[in-house]
Nanobody, 132 residues
Framework: QVQLVESGGGSVQAGDSLRLSCAAS???????????IGWFRQAPGKEREFVAA????????YYGDSVTGRFSISKHNGRNTVSLQMNRLKPEDAAVYYC??????????????????????WGQGTQVTVSS
């Protein structure tokens, strides 16, 4: 099992920045050769949308089209934490942001990393509100 805890959500103005964190724990993290940590978001009445993902040991990163160039995902090895730096926020970025993990057994590419059904574990989510 893997436990994921998000933090850092809040209310900001359009154009501001916000940094989300995802703390991962659990024995499965050491049992598998690598794993994928992703961020997704879901606004009311909309489907869950891929935001960004990173392969923990390999270092590859993937981004959704709507956040490329504004958001950045990074990892902090010593703390088993993945951060999502969100810059130039827009009202349409408002959503509940979820951290998710996929224990890797094989090949990963952008389509695999961006599909929520491929992830095994999910956090509870953190709310981000952006006012215009």
């Amino acid at each position: 099992q893997v436990q994921l805890v998000e933090s850092g959500g809040g209310s900001v103005q359009a154009g501001d920045s916000l940094r989300l964190s995802c703390a991962a724990s659990g024995r499965a993290l050491t049992d598998y050769s690598d794993y994928l940590i992703g961020w997704f978001r879901q606004a009311p009445g909309k489907e869950r949308e891929f935001v960004a993902a990173t392969i923990w040991r390999h270092g590859a990163t993937y981004y959704g089209d709507s956040v490329t160039g504004r958001f950045s995902i990074s990892k902090h090895n010593g703390r088993n934490t993945v951060s999502l730096q969100m810059n130039r926020l827009k009202p349409e970025d408002a959503a509940v942001y979820y951290c998710a993990a996929k224990l890797l057994l094989g090949y990963v590419d952008a389509p695999i990393a961006s599909a929520p059904e491929n992830y095994n574990f999910w956090g509870q989510g953190t709310q981000v509100t952006v006012s215009s």
